[in-house]
């Protein structure tokens, strides 16, 4: 069915009443009109498009789909509430098959104020799966054949993702009791190190540590999706290749393009596609610029996936955007203004050099600020959408555009789901 989803107009938590069952914030418009940039097409352009979009099987491998407060200073406040509110009609007119959702991440603040724990992220799991039990039209994946049920019985894939192994800490068991709760993909961890291995953000690189590479074992078993998109170099390049599955880079880009330890140098990339990997692409603000499109949009991202086309071929590259229907530049400056406030900043480490390499080209306030949004590929809904149009406005055929929107994603999670 492709397009035609099956959308009955549920929204999220709608059998609870707000305000007396749970803490009630004003949530922003999901869509907005005037943030919505498709790529123009001519109109036999357009029917192609909306051919392709129905006959293929459309995944974003990463995205957190879910609406945030109009009011960007209270995020942290609804976060603390661990209860998130999934955009179910926006999803619907997506042309998604299957969302990714890593859920609130180091953002769950339930127990802590620093995130990553067990029991927030336990939490965090359950109020989903809690909403989600309450509607049909999204479906919890477990199987590759999910996708599949979901793209021709006109539903969506929904798939359970921890972004970093941080709350499992020195207890491989945790891998199973996620996996039986229903997770599918898990990060080995996020930016900062673990006891799983190093982060990008450190001055030193140790790789994956013994527990890491025990925890991966015992992933592969399970049939987790393993990602290293917030690892460091040598920790992605040890978990490759120690991998018995191919494993992803659910979001991240070249650093070829944009010198900055958040992407991947080409021999990580390298590495990832000989292994049968696939490597997606990360649009989430002023991350994915380049000097030849340094305004963030689907100029620069699209940048990003033609570069690791030519170095690792079309069959081992995909799409995560990482987009949210938060305001998302918005969320960036609350972080970067509001954390020393919180007691959440770091010192500056002597000798390390410049402490905001890692996220990427002007990521500072001002510039966020010139941003306002990344044109093109703004939220999930955008996003895939207009990589195809984008694809097709450039002379790609579609057999190619298919296996960047979701071919070789499915592909992939055959391997590892089964």
């Known amino acids: 069915m492709g397009r035609n989803k099956k959308y009955d107009g549920y929204k999220a938590f709608q059998f609870l009443e707000p305000s007396r069952d749970y803490v009630e914030f004003k949530l922003r418009k999901a869509v907005i009109d005037e943030w919505w940039e498709p790529v123009p097409l001519s109109k036999s352009e357009e029917e192609r498009f909306e051919a392709l979009m129905e006959k293929s099987i459309v995944i974003d491998l990463h995205a957190h789909p879910d609406i945030g407060p109009e009011d960007t200073n209270q995020i942290r406040a609804m976060d603390c509430e661990g209860r998130n509110h999934i955009a179910y009609e926006a999803l619907a007119r997506s042309g998604l098959d299957c969302v990714f959702d890593n859920m609130m991440d180091g953002s769950s603040f339930v127990n802590t104020k620093h995130g990553w724990d067990w029991n927030s992220s336990i939490h965090d799991l359950g109020m989903r799966l809690s909403d989600i039990a309450h509607q049909d039209f999204l479906i919890h994946c477990k199987r590759a054949k999910d996708i599949e049920y979901a793209h021709k019985n006109g539903k969506l894939a929904w798939v359970a993702v921890l972004e970093s192994a941080s709350c499992i800490e020195n207890e491989v068991d945790r891998l199973d009791i996620l996996y039986g709760l229903g997770v599918r993909s898990i990060g080995v961890n996020y930016s900062e190190s673990n006891m799983l291995g190093s982060g990008l953000k450190e001055p030193g690189d140790g790789g994956l540590t013994d527990f890491g590479y025990d925890a991966l074992v015992r992933m592969n078993k399970l049939g987790l999706l393993v990602d290293v998109s917030h690892t460091s170099d040598q920790t992605a390049l040890d978990t490759i290749k120690l991998s018995k599955d191919p494993i992803i880079v659910s979001h991240a880009g070249a650093r070829a ?100 390499k890692f996220l990427g080209i002007d990521m500072n306030v001002e510039q966020l600020k010139k941003l306002k949004y990344v044109r093109g590929m703004e939220n999930p809904t955008e996003c895939l959408q207009n990589v195809a149009r984008w694809m097709i406005k450039h002379g790609y055929s579609d057999s190619e555009i298919q296996k960047i929107i979701g071919e070789n994603a499915l592909k992939l999670l055959k391997k590892v789901w089964g």
């Open 257 to 356: 393009l944009t010198p900055t330890t958040r992407m991947f140098p080409d021999e990580v990339i390298q590495a990832l596609g000989e292994r049968d990997g696939v490597m997606a692409i990360e649009a989430a603000p002023n991350l994915t610029v380049t000097e030849k499109n340094p305004l963030h949009s689907i100029e620069s991202y699209m940048e990003h996936i033609e570069y690791c086309i030519d170095l690792i071929g079309i069959d081992h590259v995909g799409c995560g955007p990482d987009t949210s229907y938060s305001d998302h530049v918005g969320l960036y400056l609350t972080n970067l203004t509001n954390h020393p406030k919180l007691g959440l900043g770091h010192y500056t480490r002597p000798g390390k050099g410049k402490e905001a």
